[in-house]
């Protein structure tokens, strides 16, 4: 069977440049804000977020307002992929979406089993989310010990993790709907859509006011307002060519890769990681809820993506890229139990109103991200090398049909 040589695109090194940066701030900012929740002044640092601007907490704005410009950056890079990248071959994305597929079914079902019929079952959702950052940031450390298209199978399953987990938010954890602000966040939303596809307007501007409306709407409505990002990705106009750096959704893309990694994300671990880790902190961790996180995310994860993968490969659906074996999906799985930033913005819905469920389900998310985190990087230190030679991040071997 034999193997092409295809470059990486400008836009996948971008996005992985800029998400393995993250994944090392974000540990910084995780260490700081735990310290400090700690620290003799814990009481007047966790008071700062729960300040109130505009008649807002400032921790609303946080994981309201500024996630949602998050999901805008998700959205597009979902869209991209979609587009003009990994997942735009059937023949490239079933691997990583059966993959995904597993990574969310196993966790979830092992949650689910623990916390059937107890108040704390609506963290079935926690689990089931890959974070993007931290999992690319190991991988950068590993360097050209892993092959690069292992890092693309990484960033593919995981963007469908985040799919997953914003199509879960909206069905799942969304509050009593009003019917009207919500069919005019629609409105609006076909209205942008209309003027990119029809009126072919490039401009971002009215599709970012047009943005900050539907935002608004979405908040009154009932469903999460972050949701209102991937709507607006998915409106402003993009270009199927690979790397078409003149098209609206390229450009807004770029603009918003550096403050989301550096800013958005790492204020959002500042304002939710400041957990008051008490005496009976190990108890804490014992419960079914907490028990289901770090058994789903750390188990779950690698089986799942490893058992629906080999399902696939076996019944003849899908196919590994000749660089990689068995032994290198059970490692990304490993990876994809870094929940961290998905996993605390679903706890934070899931048990809205309970900051002590909160507090333990946070613990036990940091618990599991840094064991997953540890454990797939040590698997792939060992494990990771590629089956075939001169592999590095600027070309990868695919497998094609003779």
Known sequence: M???????????????????????????????????????????????????????????????????????????????????????????ALLPIVAAVGGIIVPALIHFSLNSGTATQPGIGIPMATDIAFALGALAILGDRVPASLKVFVVAFAVIDDLCAIIVIALFYTAKVSSLYLAGAILVWVSLFGLGRFVRIRSLVPFLIGGVLIWFLMLRSGVHATIA????????????????????????????????????????????????????????????????????????????????????????????????NWRHIFGAGILGGIGFTMSIFITNLAFAGNAEIINASKMAILLASFTAGTAGFIWLWLFGRANTSDEDLDTMDLETDE
Not at 61 to 72: E, H
Not at 241 to 265: G, M, R, W, Y
Not at 305 to 317: D, P, R
Request: glycine share 8%; aromatic share 10%; net charge negative.
């Open 229 to 324: 990002g991937v709507l607006v990705a998915f409106a402003i106009p993009s270009s199927r060519a690979e790397d078409d750096e003149s098209s609206p959704s390229h450009v807004l893309e770029h603009i918003l890769h550096k403050p989301v990694a550096f800013l958005i994300l790492p204020v959002f671990a500042l304002c939710n990681t400041g957990i008051i880790i008490g005496s009976d902190w190990t108890r804490e961790l014992a419960t079914a809820n907490s028990s289901g996180i770090l058994a789903g995310l750390v188990v779950g994860k690698p089986v799942g993506v490893t058992l629906f993968s080999f399902l696939a490969v076996t019944i003849g659906i899908c196919r590994l890229p000749l660089d990689l």
């Open 2 to 92: 034999p193997t092409v040589q295809r470059k990486l695109s400008r836009s996948f090194k971008a996005f992985f440049d800029s998400e393995k940066s993250s994944g090392i701030l974000l540990i910084v900012c995780t260490v700081a804000s735990l310290a400090l929740a700690n620290s003799a002044i814990g009481s007047s640092y966790l008071g700062i977020w729960h300040a109130y601007l505009g008649g807002l907490s400032i921790e609303h704005w946080v994981n309201d307002g500024l996630m949602a410009v998050f999901f805008l950056l998700i959205g597009l890079e979902l869209k991209r992929e979609l587009y003009s990248g990994e997942l735009s071959s059937f023949k490239n």
